[in-house]
């Protein structure tokens, strides 16, 4: 399994940005998984930042970002985003997708993408 994360930019105060994750591999479909974003900033932990069940429906969001970001899926393209508004210079930070197996056969596995750098600047 590959997770392969795009999207990443430099954008200003308050501007947007819509990063991609785009998962590949044999048999591997989303609503096998859950999808999950994390960041992590220079010096710091990487920290969750959003959730999408197996479902496509259920989500969550820390708290440092709820009501500014957005995570959804396409089963069609195998492809989860994470549509980002607001953003402030604190959400600077390499951006990563890991998915987690929702099933008895997969509950084991996990994958995480190599990463995409948010910059967010004047």
């Known amino acids: 399994v590959q997770l392969v994360e795009s999207g990443g930019d430099l954008v200003q105060p308050g501007g947007s940005l819509r990063l991609s994750c785009v998962a590949s591999?044999?048999?591997?479909?989303?609503?096998?998984?859950?999808m999950t974003w994390h960041r992590q900033a220079p010096g710091k932990e990487r920290e969750f930042v959003a959730v999408?069940?197996?479902?496509?429906?259920?989500?969550d969001y820390a708290d440092s970002v709820k009501g500014r970001f957005t995570i959804a899926r396409d089963l069609a393209k195998n492809t989860v985003y994470l549509q980002m508004i607001s953003l402030k210079p604190e959400d600077t930070a390499v951006y990563y997708c890991?998915?987690?197996?929702?099933?008895?056969?997969?509950?084991?596995?996990?994958?995480w993408g190599q990463g995409t750098q948010v910059t967010v600047s004047k």
């Open positions: 890991k998915a987690v197996g929702a099933r008895l056969w997969n509950v084991r596995n996990y994958y």
């Open positions: 999408i069940n197996d479902d496509g429906r259920t989500t």
């Open positions: 591999g044999s048999g591997f479909t989303l609503n096998n998984y859950v």
